[in-house]
């Protein structure tokens, strides 16, 4: 079956559109997060630039935690064009697939079902948008349309050219012509804004007073799922 990208349809697909999140909702944990680690695991370079860059990524600390993180990133990028990048990151996405229970099982399957019944489903994540392709076509679901954080070659390596969350996320959809959904699929309060305008909006694995905070900020109910 082939489903019609999100761009292609707009608001007159809303009817059948469903939004999936994908780090806590297909797969368990943070994939990109993941890989990070991964990266300074696999090099004693880049834990000593990260001690030689201690002064960079505590100053982006003062700011935000999420600064420091990105800094980093960056570090355990450094000395990766585009094309080096890609095959890294497509390298461990393989390593990934193969690792036991690392994907919640009825996610995906929930997410095929979707695909069966003709819904056009979206892949809104924050996850990187090079990895979570990959991730995903290994998983048997390369024509999905995904909206993902992407990354732009720098001086010395990859760097963040958009983090795909939060209002980020409602904003890049909108920019692909899809501005209402049918369903929207979440295990964070981060995602209240690809939340909100869902007919429907499901939790994955929410904890009582994360569900709480989400139906309060909402004004109505959730719905709520336990994937494993």
């Known amino acids: 079956m082939t489903h019609a990208p999100a761009d292609a349809g707009g608001d007159a697909d809303a009817s059948r559109t469903v939004l999936f999140d994908f780090d806590g909702v297909l797969f368990q944990g943070d994939a990109f997060e993941q890989f990070i680690r991964h990266r300074y695991a696999s090099s004693a370079i880049y834990k000593v630039l990260a001690v030689l860059t201690v002064p960079w990524w505590?100053?982006?600390g003062v700011f935000s935690r999420r600064r420091a993180a990105w800094?980093?990133?960056?570090?355990?990028?450094?000395?990766?064009g585009a094309q080096r990048y890609q095959a890294a990151a497509e390298a461990f996405a393989d390593e990934l697939v193969r690792r036991p229970r690392q994907f919640y099982r009825v996610g995906l399957s929930v997410l095929r079902r979707h695909l069966a019944?003709?819904?056009n489903v979206i892949v809104v994540t924050g996850c990187e948008r090079m990895l979570v392709t990959r991730l995903l076509s290994q998983l048997g679901l390369p024509e999905l349309t995904i909206v993902a954080t992407q990354l732009k070659p720098g001086l010395f390596g990859m760097r963040l050219q958009m983090h795909n969350i939060?209002?980020?996320k409602v904003q890049n959809l909108a920019a692909k012509g899809v501005t209402t959904w049918r369903m929207a699929y979440s295990d964070s309060f981060q995602d209240m804004p690809m939340l909100k305008p869902a007919v429907e909006?499901?939790?994955?694995?929410?904890t009582p007073k994360l569900c709480k905070r989400v139906e309060k900020a909402l004004g109505r109910t959730v719905t709520r799922v336990a994937w494993y």
């Open 58 to 60: 505590l100053l982006c």
């Open 71 to 80: 800094a980093l990133t960056h570090v355990a990028l450094c000395g990766l």
């Open 201 to 206: 909006a499901v939790l994955v694995n929410g």
């Open 117 to 119: 019944e003709g819904d």
């Open 166 to 168: 939060g209002r980020r």
